[in-house]
């Protein structure tokens, strides 16, 4: 099968004819129909915290349809449509009774192979797709996942004043979790118009761009400061300006990956009473939640989407979006297309 593979870092992922995947025990293979990138997949192979052997391959936003059912799985067949986890657990420790996978304290395997024909899926980690949700929505889950979290996590009130720092897919998967619990006074801080656009179709209505008087505008359109900031940024200064924007005793979720040194001043947090929290992944529950609100809001969901390629423009289709020069929505590869 042809897989998109890491070679060193800052160097274009290579197009290359590997094996087909086998399903080991515990596990099915998919072909899968429609992988998303992140940033975590450019932190991965820029060398930015770490760095991946060389052959590694990648994409962890991914699902498709069963095509081989390897020994002891009973709840999936050849042809089910799924979702995959790319972090399964043991299902055993206290990390993994959290409902989180990513904190398993017994090392989880990892299972972020997407960018690829076929794919080796843990059965346990699958979630089944609604029967009217397409095969290509499945790749909208885990990236949705990451927003529902946070937003469950936050406790919101449907009439809190909110603004989320950066308007990439997670800040706007934010959004979209914030809108379905009816919540409206939602102002998008974002570091340029890039987004507007697109922010605006996801709902988006209240866009502010940074600059000295950002905190005014915001004030001024919430009505007052806002009672929870979600950084989803993920780059240095974003947690000081969100401690800077929130009200006192409001509170802070961080879910942006930032990899490089941060400067705060604790202080300042400790006088106004800020709760910092920060937020990783999704719990299973999280995660099969998502496969509904994607199946019932479908063409909202994929708003998020704004560029899709094959195989052969993957790979350049990867530095575009490493560079900052792709579309302003999600990048998806379609293996098949
Ligand atoms: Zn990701
Ligand atoms: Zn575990």
């Known amino acids: 099968m042809r897989a998109l593979l890491f070679r060193s870092p800052g160097e274009p992922l290579a197009l290359e004819t ?10 099915v293979v998919i072909r899968v129909a ?5 940033g975590t997949d450019v932190h991965a192979t820029s060398g930015h915290g770490f760095v991946l052997p060389a052959g590694s391959q990648l994409g962890h936003e991914y699902g498709g349809e069963v095509v081989a059912v390897g020994k002891n ?3 999936l ?4 449509r799924i979702a995959a986890m790319t972090v399964v657990g043991c ?4 990390g993994c009774k959290s409902g989180i996978d990513l904190l398993c304290t017994n090392q989880y395997v990892g299972y972020a192979h997407g960018l690829a024909e076929y794919a080796r899926v843990s059965a346990r980690g699958a979630t089944k797709l609604p029967a009217t949700m397409s095969l290509a929505d499945s790749a909208l889950v885990e990236p949705f996942a990451v927003g529902c979290r946070a937003v469950r996590l936050s406790d ?3 009439d809190a004043k909110i603004v989320i720092i950066g308007p990439g897919p997670i800040g706007l998967s934010v959004l979209f979790w914030l809108r379905k619990r009816g919540v409206e006074n939602v102002v998008m801080l974002a570091s340029s118009d890039r987004r507007r656009t697109l922010t605006e179709s996801m709902g988006g209505d209240k866009f502010v761009v940074e600059k000295d008087s950002a905190g005014e505008e915001i004030r001024a359109i919430l009505g007052g400061a806002p009672d929870i900031v979600f950084e989803a940024a993920g780059v240095p200064g974003v947690v000081g300006r969100a401690i800077d924007l929130v ?14 040194p941060d400067t705060i001043i604790p202080g300042m947090a400790m006088i106004k009473d800020v709760t910092i929290r920060w937020s990783t992944t999704f719990t299973r529950e999280d995660f099969a ?4 609100a994607i199946d019932k809001d479908a063409v909202l969901a994929r708003s998020l989407v704004s560029t899709v390629v094959g195989m052969e423009q993957a790979s350049a289709a990867f530095e575009d979006f490493r560079n900052g020069k792709g579309g302003s929505g999600k990048l998806q590869i379609d293996p098949w297309s």
């Open 18 to 27: 590997i094996p087909d995947p086998e399903p080991g025990e515990g596990e």
């Open 247 to 260: 009200r006192p005793g409001g509170t802070i979720i961080g879910l942006g990956f930032c990899l490089q």
């Open 77 to 80: 067949a050849v042809g089910d």
């Open 156 to 158: 919101v009130q449907r």
């Open 34 to 38: 429609r992988c998303g990138v992140c």
């Open 91 to 94: 299902g055993q420790c206290e």
């Open 73 to 75: 799985v009973d709840r």
């Open 289 to 292: 939640a998502c496969a509904d």
